[in-house]
């Protein structure tokens, strides 16, 4: 893979700055370490990690007594490299709690994301690990600028996805006013944004570029908000849609990463440089690996994104692959933090869709729909970005020996696929039947996704 200079990349378009955000270092303890000082403590939480897992996580230990490892030849970060990789299916194969490090009786908070086949991939937190999470979200929020003053209003959607009560978690500690919104009901949201004077805005970035057009037709004006910045994130986003916001709603929009494997939102946060996501490092450590041969990579190259977790204890996860790829930089930040900085998320290395900020892969679309009698497994998705937000369309083959007679019957066969899919994966989709035979079939793999989003 080419290497990949992170400066000229970012800076390479003229940031654009409201005046109106004071970058704060939350945790400069913590956040501008020295680099030896940060590596000896992440030796240090990595062995008590290594020997959490080893001895409370069955996963952990199998995969361990494979590789012939012991705890204790994990001394610092540069052993990392000799433990086992952990995917996905891993969590699902250990579905519901099989992953835990902790005591069921420890766990405070239970959240979950998309697995590649309906099986749902399960995180349990423990009250250490909701700390951890407050703190990594309050560090993030800072960076743009929210301090007790502030009114954070939250329109990422809460329940069993993080970024509700990640983002909520966070501006709580920090001490500011947060207003659970969560997601829908656009009138709503902006309503309470301008009349609660709302001064930071959390939700998807596709979300806010639509929150910002909305705002007209509403016949609202921007100048009776406080808006000032606000944390994006939970799908990939460009430069472009940065613009989009900045300009609509007059803030600094920053990129706040993460996953709900390792910690939700907060993982890594974009400080007032516009210039790549610091990660949480005394928490997490990044790795950047090539997916193909699972070698670790240099600084500057892009490969796949792996974390290892080193404070968490309710389910600790070691080298967990993100599929996300992107770089990673070790560059001198002028914010003053010291932690290493992630690019944006380029792409994945595997086939999974963010969908309006849910995760979707195209495996639980063909479940959905093959639970529907009338149809084939021939099938194509169709993404695009209409009016900046997500639309999916699915076309669909009618099984080869129906021959409905009515009208009717096709209007209920589609209904049937359109609740389907929309109850398995949460995510609605236009829903267009087609004859049998008009999908075109592939020689070699089966394309079934066309993803015509930027
Ligand atoms: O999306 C957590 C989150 C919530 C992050 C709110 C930020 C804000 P999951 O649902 O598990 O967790 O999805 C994780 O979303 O592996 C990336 O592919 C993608 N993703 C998350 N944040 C970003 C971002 C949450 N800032 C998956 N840029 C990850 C690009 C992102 N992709």
Redesign the pocket.
């Known amino acids: 893979m080419p290497p990949y200079n992170l400066t000229y990349n970012l800076t390479k378009k003229e940031k654009h700055m409201s005046g109106k955000v004071k970058d704060h270092i939350y945790n400069p303890e913590f956040e501008c370490m020295s680099r030896s000082e940060m590596e000896n403590l992440q030796s240090e939480r990595l062995r008590k990690t290594v020997e959490l897992v080893y001895n409370n996580c069955k996963p952990y230990r199998a995969k361990m007594d494979e590789l012939k490892l012991k705890p204790s030849d994990i001394r610092s970060v540069s052993d990392l490299c000799k433990l086992p990789f952990t995917v996905k299916h891993d969590l699902r194969e250990a579905y519901p709690f099989g992953f835990y490090s902790s005591p069921a009786s420890e766990i405070v908070e239970v959240h979950a994301?998309?697995g590649t086949t309906g099986k749902l991939?399960v995180v349990g937190y423990t009250k250490n690990d909701i700390d951890v999470w407050s703190e990594i979200v309050a560090r993030g929020l800072s960076m743009a600028g929210v301090t007790k003053d502030s009114m954070v209003h939250v329109a990422?959607g809460y329940g069993l996805?993080?970024?509700g009560l990640?983002?909520h978690y966070g501006a709580q500690k920090i001490g500011a006013s947060t207003v659970p919104a969560s997601a829908g009901n656009t009138i709503r949201q902006l309503t309470l944004m301008r009349d609660f004077g709302a001064t930071h805005l959390?939700c998807?970035p596709s979300y806010a570029i639509f929150l910002g057009t909305e705002i007209k037709k509403a016949g609202m004006d921007i100048k009776d908000f406080s808006l000032v910045g606000g944390?994006?994130?939970?799908?990939?986003?460009t430069y472009q849609m940065r613009d989009e916001i900045e300009k609509t709603l007059g803030i600094d929009a920053l990129?706040?990463?993460?996953?709900?494997?390792i910690c939700?939102?907060?993982v890594a946060m974009e400080c007032l440089q516009k210039h790549g996501?610091h990660v949480q490092e005394d928490h997490f450590i990044p790795e950047i690996i090539d997916p193909e041969t699972l070698e670790p990579l240099p600084f500057g190259s892009e490969g796949e994104l792996v974390f290892t977790t080193i404070t968490k204890t309710g389910q600790p996860l070691i080298r967990y692959r993100?599929?996300?790829l992107c770089v990673l930089s070790n560059e001198k930040c002028a914010c003053g933090r010291t932690t290493v900085k992630m690019g944006?998320?380029k792409g994945?290395s595997d086939d999974?869709l963010?969908i309006r900020?849910?995760?979707v892969f195209p495996s639980q679309i063909e479940a959905a729909i093959m639970n529907v009698a009338g149809v084939s497994p021939h099938y194509m998705i169709y993404v695009d970005r209409i009016n900046n937000l997500d639309v999916m369309e699915i076309d669909i083959e009618l099984a080869g020996d129906l021959t409905p007679d009515k009208v009717s019957d096709l209007e209920s066969i589609k209904k049937k696929v359109e609740t389907e899919v929309n109850s398995y994966i949460g995510v609605s989709a236009k829903i267009k039947l087609c004859e049998s035979g008009s999908i075109k079939r592939s020689e070699g793999k089966a394309v079934r996704v066309v993803d015509r989003r930027e």
């Open positions: 994301s998309s991939t990422y996805f993080t970024g990640g983002a959390c998807t944390a994006f994130g939970a799908e990939p986003w990129d706040i990463y993460g996953l709900s494997e939700g939102p907060g996501s993100t599929r996300d944006k998320v994945r999974m963010i900020g849910v995760n």
